[in-house]
């Protein structure tokens, strides 16, 4: 992608940790009973019977109807073992309560796998008898799995007969149909479901596709599933059809790399834990398989594919995988989260480095080769330099390590290589550590495709540690694509589904690009897993915290503080969730006398003086705000500072604050420079007229001015509910110069947390502001995040209406049409931009990118493309474009400067790696232009990274025959595909 998509309006980040959290339905109002069951299940799902039992047993005592509690406890005893004790809790739970359909499910089930298939098959006829379809349902499943196919056939004749919409008897007629090997009229039952019943249903989509291999359509179906998947890309199951696909068209790499993405966005599917588990069954890998098949199996007991697959897992390894109440402790196929439970070599394996550091002590004790190495690194590699420093002075004294520390502190990336190369061509865990060790000092010194090109071929090496993963992940931060460090994050979830670690980070990078909606998934996936993990309760209070329920925020943080009073890091989630609600008594008892960590500390000192400010306590703001450490917090500080000077009526200390500047720059942004100039200090100059006018309105009113100050510090410390009234009232006293308000007021009310109904207050804004094309602009970006396509298409029509000559409003509709598709009409609105503003760098990136990608003149698109250049020269996007079109006009030295610059800043991107091996080969180096085409592919697959332009890079490849011999790399920033 190498055009600039529109940013959501945002405000600078000042690193309060904003901690409010929702609880699942445990915790929103659900009764005691309830509350217990649904933790019992988290457990449960993590193989902790024994926690788990004891959960229900409670939910069982605080309400005895509690049907589900008594499954579970069902469950729990299957899977220790005591299959008659479970077979009479399910029993019990059919005579109390008789439409339980679980209960009746989970015990035939239970008697199928212990070989008691007529017992089974009973219980399905008593099912049957309460709910005749799904009872029925279950009955002919298990025929069809006891090999009884004519019996299932009758049975499903009838059932059909009685309920000819039914998609599930359906899917169940064609998975017989299946096992009977009439794979075309199997084919023709799938189709009737999808065309006709459920165009979403996966079991269907996966009847299809096994229905599809015999016939050899396997790759027609494949081909049909990328686009229902492009069509709905938040449809983890339905990618979980396509890995599947994917296999049966003999694409196993492809099929492995698509059910690892899937696995690690959505853990909890059914669906997507299959996908895992059956890839890992075809490639013969049966014990990694097992795992991932029971869970899909407990999730989606109904499915007959699944149920099918399970049992061939089990039958190929009965002593490592078997059925429930064999008597193996389920928590074996699932360790548990806490650093004792699992050994120092796992943890490192499976790069959960927080919980390895936080067990150090445990581990130095127990001791073992290269713990003390492993230790060091893991330290730097989680950016606490204090403590590689300290843990490497036990190491011995001619240890690479000492040297390599040193030079990472003296920021001397020459002595780096020398001081690891005793370790960098061995083939142990030295050599890991020494291969990743260097690629972390290169990703930090921003030479960050030689870094990805060391993370992947550690990953080819050492394929069962996922250090490098980690690593390229934090390569991908460091670059600022957080998008893709997500998907390196989510393989390391899929490769390991039990290392919290994962979690806590795939969350965090996913908000960090903006994935709000991905984030909130992955944080309640994780909580599901790890309750007990206090970085996954505050990842999932942060998520919830963006949905706007704060209520349920609180209750699960103050659920959280309650079982675990000494943790500083929940304490100062709670406090911050009581401030957003403005209870700031309630803030300042939380925080108060916390000592330790030093970063809770900072978190209270901020959570205090905000508490000052937003209860009107000024001058305890005032005193408070200094001790906030350097940094950011520092300049928040600063405009916070000012806001209360003003508000105490000051106006020359607060200009004195926010004038000081320091390393880290000015206070307060273009905001700060306002106040700054309506307190009459003029240097440095606005550059914007409707910037001046709005300074010039704000002078005349000093009240008005600290309101101003107010909303700026309020939004710096994403206090949005504050920030947007303040500025409310600013609106409503501004005529002239109120254009400045309009980003600030539609910023800080999508952010907000009590406000509700904030597309609605979003409207109300614009039609105050209609004759102002600001108004309709800001509407349309906020609609935009809203995922509200209709609206924001209204909203930028009635921009082009009320500024026709508006430079942004055409800069949004061409991003608008760009966006779908529509070339021809984003070319008008990029034409009509640079009529109006002819060096609009942005404009004329993205005339530049329409023009290529619909094959265009390649010589216009590159005078536009070099007219973005001089105005951004170090823009990745920018150098990409610009790239492109030199290497279309034929200016393939110029091609190859600009292509290497942006992937120096982008490594890794699929999309620009195949452009330079297009290049390549335009330049007559056909053989290592497919190394790039190979290595985008390669990318793409290690770290699951988007690359539409795949099928490209495979028809390059198959042009190209690959060398006979390795080929010499030519360019840092690739892998070697040798």
């Known amino acids: 992608m190498y055009t600039y998509a529109y940013a959501a309006m945002s405000c600078f980040l000042c690193g309060l940790a904003v901690c409010a959290i929702a609880i699942l339905a445990a915790g929103c109002g659900g009764n005691r009973s309830e509350q217990y069951r649904l933790e019992a299940d988290a457990y449960l799902s993590l193989g902790k019977t024994t926690e788990a039992e004891g959960l229900y047993r409670k939910a069982i005592e605080a309400d005895a109807a509690n049907g589900m509690a008594a499954v579970g406890l069902g469950r729990c005893l299957a899977a220790e073992g005591k299959v008659d004790e479970a077979l009479a809790a399910f029993e019990n739970v059919i005579k109390a309560a008789p439409s339980t ?26 099912y049957a008898s309460v709910d005749e379809e799904q009872g029925g349902l279950l009955k002919a499943r298990l025929l069809m799995l006891a090999g009884k196919q004519d019996d299932a056939a009758a049975l499903l004749a009838g059932l059909s007969e009685k309920n000819p919409q039914s998609a599930a008897i359906h899917t169940l007629q ?82 492995e790399s698509a059910a690892r993405g899937v696995i690690g966005q959505n853990p909890a599917s059914g669906w997507t834990n299959y996908a895992m588990g059956f890839v890992l069954l075809k490639k013969g890998d049966v014990a990694g398989a097992a795992p991932f098949l029971e869970r899909a199996n407990a999730t989606l007991p109904q499915e007959f594919c699944i149920c099918r697959d399970v049992m061939l897992a089990r039958q190929q390894t009965p002593q490592q995988v078997p059925a429930p109440g064999e008597g193996t402790d389920t928590a074996q196929e699932t360790p548990s989260a806490t650093p004792t439970d699992a050994s120092w070599q796992t943890l490192w394996k499976q790069a959960s480095l927080k919980r390895l550091l936080d067990g150090r002590e445990q581990f130095l004790a127990e001791g073992g080769a290269n713990v003390r190495e492993v230790l060091v690194v893991s330290a730097v590699f989680r950016g606490n330099p204090a403590l590689a420093e300290e843990l490497s ?19 001397k990336p020459e002595d780096i290589v020398k001081a690891l190369d005793p370790w960098l061509k061995r083939s142990d865990e030295l050599g890991l550590i020494g291969q990743n060790a260097l690629g972390y000092a290169m990703a930090l010194s921003g030479v960050r495709s030689r870094a990805l090109q060391l993370f992947y071929a550690c990953n080819r090496n050492w394929p ?151 209860s009107g306590n000024w001058q305890g703001a005032i005193d ?54 309506a307190l009459g200090k003029t240097a440095p100059e606005l550059t914007s007229a409707e910037d001046s006018a709005l300074a010039q309105t704000l002078a005349k009113d000093t009240a008005l001015l600290a309101d101003f100050a107010y909303g700026t510090a309020c939004q710096m410390a994403e206090l949005n509910d504050e920030a947007f009234a303040a500025y409310e009232r600013v609106a409503a006293k501004v005529s002239e110069g109120s254009t400045p308000l309009l980003p600030l007021l539609f910023a800080t009310l999508s952010k907000s947390v009590r406000t509700t109904d904030t597309a609605s207050r979003a409207r109300e804004i614009a039609l105050r502001h209609e004759t102002s094309p600001a108004a309709w602009t800001g509407l349309a970006a906020f609609l935009r995040a809203v ?75 590159r005078a536009h493309a070099l007219r973005a250049a001089e105005a951004l020269p170090n823009d990745a996007h920018v150098m990409h474009t610009l790239g492109v079109a030199e290497l279309r006009t034929g200016a393939l030295a110029e091609s190859e400067k600009h292509l290497q610059g942006a992937l120096e800043l982008m490594p890794g991107e699929p999309t620009l790696l195949l452009d330079y091996g297009l290049l390549l080969v335009a330049k007559g180096m056909p053989a290592e232009g497919r190394i790039q085409a190979q290595a985008a592919l390669s990318y793409a697959q290690l770290f699951g990274l988007e690359f539409p332009r795949r099928a490209e890079a495979e028809d390059l490849l198959k042009k190209i025959p690959a060398p006979a011999l390795p080929a010499p790399q030519t360019n840092a920033a690739t892998p070697s595909t040798t």
């Open 101 to 126: 359909g679980a209960a009746y499910v989970e015990a035939a089930g239970l008697q199928f796998a212990q070989g008691r298939t007529d017992a089974a098959i009973e219980t399905a006829g008593k």
């Open 174 to 255: 064609g998975m017989m149909l299946l096992t009977q090997g009439d794979h075309v009229k199997a084919e023709e039952e799938f189709r009737l479901v999808l065309r006709e019943l459920s165009s979403d249903s996966v079991a269907a989509w996966i009847g299809l596709v096994e229905a599809s291999g015999p016939q050899g359509k396997a790759a027609a179906v494949a081909e049909e599933l990328e686009r229902v998947a492009a069509q709905n890309p938040n449809n983890y199951d339905i990618k979980a059809a396509l890995a599947r696909a994917y296999v049966e068209a003999g694409r196993l790499d492809d099929g």
């Open 393 to 411: 002075k036990e190491l011995p004294a001619d240890s690479p390590l000492h040297a390599y520390i040193k030079a990472l502190k003296d920021r």
């Open 464 to 614: 069962d540690n996922a250090v490098s993963l980690f690593n390229g992940a934090q390569a991908f931060r460091m670059a600022g694509m957080s998008r893709y460090a997500a998907q390196a994050y989510a393989r390391i979830i899929a490769q390991y589904p039990d290392n919290p670690d994962g979690y806590v980070l795939h969350f965090l990078a996913l908000r960090e690009a903006g994935s709000t909606q991905d984030a909130r998934r992955s944080a309640e996936a994780g909580y599901a897993l790890f309750p007990e993990v206090p970085e996954i309760t505050l990842n999932l209070s942060q998520a919830y915290l963006d949905a706007r329920q704060l209520d349920d925020a609180k209750q699960l943080l103050t659920r959280a503080v309650e079982a675990a009073p000494n943790d500083a890091g929940l304490k100062i989630g709670l406090a911050t969730v009581e401030l957003h609600a403005g209870n700031t008594e309630e803030t300042l008892r939380l925080v108060e006398g916390l000592q330790e960590p030093q970063d809770s500390v900072n978190q209270a000192v901020l959570l205090e003086t905000l508490a000052h400010l937003t």
């Open 624 to 677: 408070k705000a200094p001790q906030l450490p350097e940094g950011r917090l520092r300049l928040l500080g600063r405009v916070i500072t000012a806001a209360a000077h003003l508000k105490n009526g000051q106006a020359d200390e607060a200009a004195a604050s926010l004038a000081e500047t320091d390393a880290q720059g000015s206070a307060g942004g273009r905001a700060g420079l306002i106040i700054l100039h």
């Open 787 to 861: 995922e509200d396509d209709a609206g924001e298409r209204e909203a930028l029509d009635k921009a082009a209406q009320a500024g026709p000559d508006e430079p942004q409003v055409h800069l949004q509709r061409g991003i608008y049409f760009e966006t779908h598709g529509d070339f021809a009409a984003a070319l008008q609105e990029y034409r009509r931009l640079l009529e109006l503003r002819p060096d609009d760098p942005i404009g004329n990136n993205n005339l530049a990118y329409c023009l290529l990608s619909s094959n265009a003149d390649p010589e216009e698109a």
